[in-house]
């Protein structure tokens, strides 16, 4: 098997994303060290527990992100880490910078300090997003192409209290500036908004807006364009990308982008009857939606699943664990 024999680390592995990876990783043979806040909080990591192959190759650490040197053991004799772990909210910033940039800057940069006394590790996949991307003052429109070269602008951010986004580009800018000199290369995955089944019990922030949307609590959708990508999809994006040697840079993570008009009109015909929104906040013109370049990740190995298919896991996803169980659709 592919992994037999070497091990790796992952940051918050019990999160949305984190889950699948443990999973795909189990499967492929890998010996998985998993980091989390509480290793015996059930609640939150029994489903890792559970998954096959846990019990002969999973074992799960406490580690606090802003600890210093909080990794640092963990990370001895690991082939790679795929660091995760870091907060996803938006709604409820009260503290941006307790809440958002210091686990995501000092977080990242706390995981890579520990991989460079870590001679065994030979690459870190680092966890960013299309948000560390798209967040500036450029041009939208049906004719405008995004790819990897393109960065977020952290003043923009500040300007428009996009903190989540401003949080995702400087930790990701500054994890490229720390690994220019290490023995250890860098690959960062930039997933759109991840959706799709949940192996977790918790209900992480993407899922959760969809999930506001089918139980009518959203009254009228934003007037916004996002990418969406499926969560397994985004795994995979993950292993594959510490199992290519050729792997290098970022990549970005979008089956299709959509303005959330679309998104409704998506779950219509999949969830029918439940009462989603059915117009548009605020005055002004629809956002404009734009195009994502695949070219790059598909050379990768990475095939999209369907937006529909991705919302039909989730659905189906949100009645398994009886969040949708008191609606009839």
């Known amino acids: 098997m592919e992994g037999q024999g070497k091990t790796i680390v992952v940051t918050g592995a019990n999160g949305f994303i984190a889950s699948w990876i443990v999973k795909f990783l189990l499967e492929r043979g890998y010996t998985v060290s998993g980091t ?21 190759h999973l074992t799960l650490h406490k580690a606090d992100l802003l600890a210093d040197g ?6 001895q004799g690991a082939d790679s880490i795929f660091h995760t772990a870091s907060p996803y909210i938006v709604k409820g910033i009260t503290d941006p910078e307790a809440q958002l940039l210091s686990p995501a800057i000092k977080g990242t940069l706390n995981v890579l300090q520990s991989a460079a006394k870590a001679p065994s590790v030979k690459r870190v996949v680092l966890t960013s997003s299309v948000a560390a991307v798209v967040y500036n ?22 300007e428009n209290k ?13 994890a490229w500036d720390f690994v220019k000199d290490k023995h250890f290369d860098l690959v960062v995955i930039n997933p759109a908004m991840v959706v799709g089944p ?18 009518g609590a959203i009254k009228e959708y934003a ?50 009857g439940y009462p989603l929104p059915s117009s548009m906040a605020g005055a002004g013109s629809k956002q404009p ?34 969040y949708l169980s008191n609606l009839t659709a």
């Open 223 to 272: 007037n916004a364009a996002f990418g969406y990508v499926n969560v397994k999809d985004v795994a995979l994006a993950h292993v594959l990308a510490f199992e290519n040697p050729t792997a290098e840079g970022r990549y970005i993570l979008a089956e299709r982008v959509l303005h959330y008009e679309d998104v409704v009109e998506i779950l219509k015909k999949i969830a029918p």
């Open 36 to 56: 989390v806040r509480n290793p015996d909080d059930t609640a939150k990591v029994g489903h890792l527990l559970e998954l096959p192959g846990a019990k002969q």
């Open 289 to 322: 939606t734009y195009t994502i370049k695949h070219d790059k990740v598909e050379k990768l190995g990475v095939e999209f699943t369907s937006v529909e298919d991705s919302f039909a896991e989730l659905i189906e996803s949100l009645k398994e664990r009886g």
């Open 162 to 174: 996009g903190w989540y986004q401003k949080s995702k580009t400087v930790a990701e800018k500054q």
């Open 70 to 75: 909080a990794f640092d053991q963990i990370v």
């Open 198 to 215: 949940l192996l977790q019990n918790t209900l992480n922030t993407s899922c959760e807006l969809i999930l506001d949307m089918l139980k």
């Open 137 to 158: 003052r450029k041009h939208r429109g049906p004719e405008v192409v995004v790819d990897e070269s393109w960065w977020s602008d952290p003043d923009y951010c500040t």
